[in-house]
């Protein structure tokens, strides 16, 4: 990915974050709904339709009808572009049309949805379970559609490898960012929520120790992903310097740089997150929560392997390289 196209990555990775704590700080969050980011767009698209069909007989119809639409778009989508070329992980997506109209008509009517699932859940699970799961789908296809474009693109089309590597890999950065400031953020809000309900007697000064604990610990929770941020810059500053010329010193030394950054991804999550549960067991007398777990992230480990194995590889294929320049 060339530069410019990581300075609108970057943009586009702030302004999605800004977007998610203004949603999840105002309105969405005021409704008790954890999973908001998660449940983000099916249940607004399902209120405004339940909107439009409480305005009256034409908009009853109308509703109906954009329901219907919407629950058809993904067979509409493969009927127009993917008719020639239907694949297996296409099969996905039917399936995904078909659960769109239960899963929307629940969003819809909340209160269908709830009745299966336990009560003892709270009111906004399974809102939650119902989008967890249709953004699970979506993604498994197009984790498919990815692999079955790479697995039959040809040597000579290796330039459109190095592309869908870079889609994949900004894409794991929308995620890393949802995940830390949709669902984790959401989550965090709820916590302080709970703590407020729990010592009503108790005033703000009183907490705010506690609370300053609860978002100390979402930042040190989250920093495993937030500094998987970095590999994956790596990785695409990586992508384009094999792009040019994987035998190239740069690209030797960008593999290098990635594996370590991998690495003290690694040990600093760890040491950080020591650190705070240190703190957090020295103040626990002061705190009316705590939240004692550390999170391992598996990922900066596999990738800093992963970049030690490439790098020597590269190194062993550029020396073989050059002998057999040397010979010639």
């Not at 493969?78 to 020639?84: G, K, S, T």
């Not at 239907?86 to 769109?100: E, N, P, Q, T, Y």
């Not at 073989?320 to 320049?325: A, D, F, T």
Request: aromatic share 12%; charged share 15%.
């Amino acid at each position: 990915m060339k530069r410019q196209y990581r300075r609108w990555l970057y943009l586009g990775l702030v302004l999605e974050a800004a977007a998610l704590i203004l949603l999840l700080s105002t309105g969405l969050a005021a409704a008790g709904f954890a999973g908001t980011a998660v449940s983000f767009p099916w249940y607004p698209i399902g209120q405004g339709l339940r909107a439009l069909s409480l305005s009256g007989s034409v908009g009853n119809v109308l509703a109906w009808l954009l329901f219907v639409l919407f629950c058809l778009l993904p067979i509409g989508y493969l009927a127009v572009f993917r008719r020639r070329r239907f694949s297996a992980a296409d099969g996905l997506l039917v399936l995904f049309s078909v659960l769109l109209f239960p899963a929307m008509y629940g969003m819809v009517n909340p209160g269908l949805l709830r009745q299966f699932f336990p009560a003892l859940l709270g009111a906004e699970i399974p809102v939650w379970m119902t989008g967890y799961l249709l953004w699970c789908i979506l993604l498994s296809y197009g984790i498919m559609r990815v692999l079955y474009a790479v697995r039959n693109l040809s040597r000579a089309e290796s330039a459109k490898i190095f592309r869908w590597l870079s889609g994949a890999l900004a894409l794991l950065d929308v995620l890393f960012i949802g995940s830390v400031f949709g669902n984790s953020y959401a989550l965090l809000l709820e916590e302080m929520r709970q703590v407020r309900a729990a010592n009503t007697a108790l005033t703000e000064e009183e907490l705010w120790l506690t609370m300053l604990f609860l978002v100390l610990g979402w930042g040190v929770h989250s920093l495993p992903t937030l500094l998987d941020l970095r590999i994956v810059h790596a990785l695409l500053r990586l992508l384009e310097e094999v792009r040019r010329d994987r035998y190239a010193s740069q690209a030797i030394e960008s593999c290098a740089r990635t594996g370590r950054i991998a690495a003290a991804t690694a040990v600093w999550s760890v040491v950080i997150q020591v650190a705070f549960l240190l703190m957090e067991l020295a103040a626990a007398r002061f705190l009316y929560r705590i939240n004692f777990r550390m999170q391992f992230s598996v990922l900066p480990i596999i990738f800093a392997l992963g970049a030690l194995l490439l790098s020597r590889w590269m190194t062993e294929s550029r020396e073989i390289r050059e002998e057999n320049e040397g010979f010639i």
